[in-house]
């Protein structure tokens, strides 16, 4: 079975200021890991995702995650924030089975400050 | 662009008056998501098919039922709305289980149904 943790609901950070949202997972199979993105009022956008391979993941607006197996982390990164990044970002994690699904944490809501 | 469509954005229905609210994909993906998503929570999986195959989550009330008449179309019937069921309602698409590596899910902006 797999779970998803990501702390802090709420997570302010000044405008050019590094994001750091924090993901932390618990899997019984090698994960397949995701940040996803919601603006207002839409859907979900998906930012990045590790599969296999490379550790370091680059996704888009400028956002990476690196996947750290001993410490069961995907935390999602950008070295400066911009105001279009105010949205709620959710992690989630699947296993490799045909039958997993995907489980999205609570998500964390980024507030940017001028 | 191939991408998921809801339709509509918004929708009021009245307490206990059914509604259907409709999700098209041009992506071809053989599996088509429903969640319901209600305010500063995750979203939740209510049921998916693969294919024609429906696969209910045994959580999902009673309440909520769906078709898929073809690849492209689902729909979410609500036979007979709470205030409870009050949410954006997600839809989303997969290519497949069997082809892990594709697995990310690509979500329509939603439905926002307001129960009156």
């Known amino acids: 079975a797999q779970s998803v943790t990501q702390l802090g609901s709420h997570v302010s950070v000044s405008e050019g200021a590094l994001v750091l949202l924090r993901c932390n997972y618990s899997?019984?199979?090698?994960?397949?890991l995701f940040w996803y993105v919601q603006y207002p009022n839409q859907g979900l956008q998906l930012l990045l995702k590790?599969?296999?391979?490379?550790?370091l993941v680059k996704g888009i607006n400028g956002f990476e995650a690196e996947f750290k197996k001993s410490e069961t982390s995907f935390h999602l990164t950008k070295p400066s924030a911009h105001m279009s990044d105010a949205a709620e970002y959710f992690c989630?994690?699947?296993?490799?089975?045909?039958?997993?699904?995907?489980?999205f944490g609570k998500g964390t809501r980024l507030h940017i400050l001028p | 662009d191939a991408m998921v469509i809801q339709n509509p954005r918004y929708q009021v229905t009245q307490f206990g008056k059914p509604v259907t609210l409709s999700c098209s994909q041009t992506?071809?993906?053989?599996?088509m998501y429903w969640y319901q998503q209600k305010s500063s929570q995750a979203p939740k999986l209510l049921f998916h098919?693969?294919?024609?195959?429906?696969?209910n989550e045994a959580d999902t009330p009673d309440n909520f039922q769906s078709r898929r008449p073809n690849t492209s179309f689902c729909f979410l019937d609500i036979r007979s709305p709470g205030l409870g069921d009050a949410a954006m309602y997600l839809c989303?698409?997969?290519?497949?289980?069997?082809?892990?590596?594709?697995?990310?899910?690509?979500f329509g902006p939603g439905t926002r149904l307001t129960v009156l």
């Open positions: 989303a698409t997969s290519r497949g289980p069997e082809l892990a590596v594709y697995n990310e899910q690509f």
């Open positions: 899997s019984s199979v090698p994960p397949y």
């Open positions: 590790y599969t296999t391979g490379a550790t």
């Open positions: 989630a994690v699947r296993g490799m089975n045909r039958d997993d699904k995907i489980i």
């Open positions: 992506l071809n993906h053989n599996v």
């Open positions: 098919y693969y294919d024609k195959d429906f696969n």
